[in-house]
């Protein structure tokens, strides 16, 4: 049996531990709370950008011309995969998710004897999936030390994204990342970039028939410059609601570690008493069996 | 005027603007353009410039926007805006850094693609324009 000077000593630790991760639950809850309102500032241009990318793309994406972010390069032989993940830890399953996740897909498309190439945001999945497939790595980014993600930074990987498309080094652009369901719940889902999913023309019944737009300057300039920004806008939105999930998931795990820390601070509490005293009986006892002696 | 159409103008980060007015001008790539309700619809793309909204004959509100697009229907035009700041809080400081980042830009890009310089060039436009609108509100 632990003495009770240790088991004093192993109470406050976990006492101690309980006050860290409480104080991380509640800043996980505040930067929640920001990260969410961002993440539904940034829906309504993204549903924007989406029905108009939607008139417009239908009427490019037939023609043979169509540019190659709208419809790709035609093939389907080398998959880039953005993974996104978070910088931190201490949030759950929320980094391993997508980890595992990333690594499912990445197994099923080799094994169709397709070449995978991995760019990752986040230093979280980088590490994770760095000790598999290292070889495959393209390139990773991070946001770390920044306190806000701006659209900027999302122009940025985008950029590299359609660098590397102009280059030749990729047929097919796949995003993977947390969606953020609820506080409570992020489910690894993905998202393909390029070639552009296109939506459905028919989702707006409201304004009957789609209306015939014109287009100044042309049907092709503006399609070029919107592109580019649609893409922008998913990667953006995928940052957003990643980091929104993240703080969710921190949040949780945050408070089951609390919780967790409170049941083992009861279990030695009572550890200790009990040791306590049957100490203090048995310090009487050889009081009395002392006395009866003399 | 009579009628009024839904206007709309929303930022990457946000939503900036969202109520029926009377007037809008906007600026379009290929020169100022003044939306009235019933207006046929129309995609255009945007230069740096400013909007100006009017409401009840008068001009309520202006605002820069370095760049974008504005689809237009005849009951409503939606801005996506690439940045857009209100008139009003433009600084003189940040125009100037502005343009400064972008001329660098531009002499950069002189050695690259054509489709590159264009797109130097227009920021390059869009940050005078900014430069312009904060000296002259």
Same mark, same amino acid.
């Given at each position: 049996m632990a003495s009770l000077k240790m088991l004093r000593m192993r109470i406050n630790s976990v006492k101690s531990t309980r006050k860290i991760t409480q104080a991380m639950k509640m800043v996980a809850a505040a930067k929640l709370r920001r990260a969410q309102s961002q993440a539904e500032a940034a829906r309504p241009y993204a549903e924007r950008m989406e029905r108009m990318l939607a008139s417009l793309g239908a009427a490019v994406a037939t023609s043979p011309d169509a540019p190659q972010l709208l419809v790709g390069s035609g093939r389907d032989q080398v998959h880039l995969l953005v993974v996104m993940t978070a910088d931190r830890g201490l949030a759950g399953a929320f980094n391993s998710g997508v980890g595992r996740f990333a690594r499912a897909r990445i197994r099923t498309l080799e094994a169709e004897g397709k070449t995978v190439k991995i760019l990752s945001i986040g230093r979280k999945g980088a590490v994770y999936l760095k000790r598999e %497939?290292? @070889?495959? %790595?393209v390139g990773e980014v991070s946001f770390q030390g920044k306190k806000t993600v701006e659209f900027a930074d999302a122009a940025e990987v985008v950029a590299r994204i359609s660098k590397m498309l102009e280059a030749g080094e990729f047929d097919v652009c796949t995003l993977i990342y947390n969606r953020f369901k609820s506080v409570i719940s992020q489910v690894p889902s993905e998202q393909r970039l390029i070639p552009a999913p296109l939506p !459905?023309?028919? =989702? !707006? =019944?409201? @304004?009957?028939p789609q209306a015939m737009y014109e287009y100044e300057p042309s049907e092709e300039e503006i399609l070029a410059a919107l592109l580019p920004q649609n893409l922008g806008v998913q990667v953006y939105r995928a940052i957003l609601e990643n980091s929104a999930g993240f703080y969710g998931a921190q949040m949780n795990a945050m408070d089951n570690a609390t919780r967790n820390a409170g049941e083992m601070i009861n279990k030695l509490t009572l550890n200790y008493n009990r040791t306590r005293q049957a100490n203090i009986t048995r310090e009487l006892i050889e009081i009395i069996s002392g006395a009866e002696a003399v | 005027m009579a009628g009024t159409f839904q206007l709309e103008l929303v930022s990457p980060a946000r939503l900036l603007l969202s109520r029926a007015v009377e007037m809008a001008v906007i600026p379009a790539a290929e020169g100022e353009m003044g939306v009235l309700p019933g207006h046929a619809p129309m995609i255009v793309a945007l230069r740096g410039g400013v909007i100006s909204v009017t409401e009840g004959g008068q001009v309520t509100e202006r605002l820069f926007v370095g760049g974008g697009f504005a689809e237009i229907t005849p009951d409503r035009v939606t801005v996506l805006a690439d940045d857009a700041t209100p008139v009003a809080s433009l600084s003189k400081a940040l125009a100037a850094t502005t343009l400064a980042a972008a001329e660098a830009a531009m002499a950069d890009a002189q050695s690259l693609t054509p489709e590159k310089r264009d797109q130097a060039m227009a920021t390059l436009l869009s940050a005078r324009a900014m430069v312009v609108t904060a000296e002259a509100p």
């Open positions: %497939f290292a @070889s495959r %790595f !459905e023309l028919q =989702t !707006e =019944t409201t @304004s009957g | -």
